[in-house]
């Protein structure tokens, strides 16, 4: 099945500085790679996410770049703001297996 | 976008009982699963959510502990039976719209305390 592993498990940026959260998955079959993101005491939300014909998608500050060929995609968050400061998964495979999680700090 | 409702928002238990956790999406949904995220760790698949026919456990799960429910497109429900405080977690259901859809949407999710 799916393993997916995370990296970072804690980021600590001052706002306004990028951040950048990566996953690997190991099944090569694995076509659609989300993103989420969890506040404190709330289920995930999802942030943006890729498939597998795709390199890179971008919506605003948030962007995900896809390697196939690496197994591996990245979340990249510019301009961080104080709010971004949460937990992020990923999740690959057919049954989104996740990834263990990042959290993210964005000092004022 | 659509709304999904869990019941109840958390719940303290005592060890021994079963509680039933209800979710409610008000639109017809393709797929339904549910995940379980013990404190501080990450999302699990517990099962997906069948309906009409019985639900399909992950490894590690089974129906007499997690029994589900899915009567139509549009709830089910999970049942902690026989609890213990190994399963205070929160319980997440989680819905697929299909439709050519894969992106998957989460409720608030059920926090659980079983003393």
């Known amino acids: 099945g799916e393993n997916v592993e995370q990296h970072p498990s804690t980021l600590s940026v001052q706002e306004g500085d990028s951040a950048v959260i990566k996953c690997t998955y190991s099944?090569?079959?694995?076509?659609?790679f989300p993103w989420y993101k969890q506040e404190l005491g709330k289920g995930p939300q999802l942030i943006i996410d890729i498939r597998s014909n795709v390199g890179e998608k971008k919506d605003q500050r948030i962007a995900v770049t896809l390697n196939k060929t690496a197994k591996h995609f990245s979340l990249h968050i510019t301009e961080t703001q104080p709010e971004d400061s949460a937990v992020y998964f990923c999740?690959?495979?057919?049954?989104?297996?996740f990834g263990p999680g990042t959290r993210l700090s964005v000092l004022p | 976008s659509a709304v999904i409702s869990q019941k109840p928002s958390r719940d303290i238990c005592q060890r021994g009982t079963s509680l039933t956790i209800q979710c409610q999406v008000d639109s017809q949904v393709t797929m339904m699963f549910w995940y379980r995220q013990q404190p501080g760790q990450s999302l699990t698949l517990i099962a997906t959510?069948?309906?009409?026919?019985?639900?399909t456990y992950e490894s590690g799960f089974v129906i007499d502990k997690f029994p589900i429910s899915r009567p139509n497109l549009t709830f089910s429900t999970l049942t902690v039976s026989n609890m213990s405080p190994e399963d205070s977690s929160i319980y997440l259901c989680?819905?697929?719209w299909g439709g050519g859809n894969t992106e998957a949407f989460f409720g608030q999710g059920t926090r659980l305390t079983v003393v």
């Open positions: 099944d090569s079959a694995s076509n659609y």
């Open positions: 959510a069948n309906q009409g026919s019985e639900a």
């Open positions: 989680s819905v697929v």
């Open positions: 999740a690959a495979g057919q049954n989104f297996v």
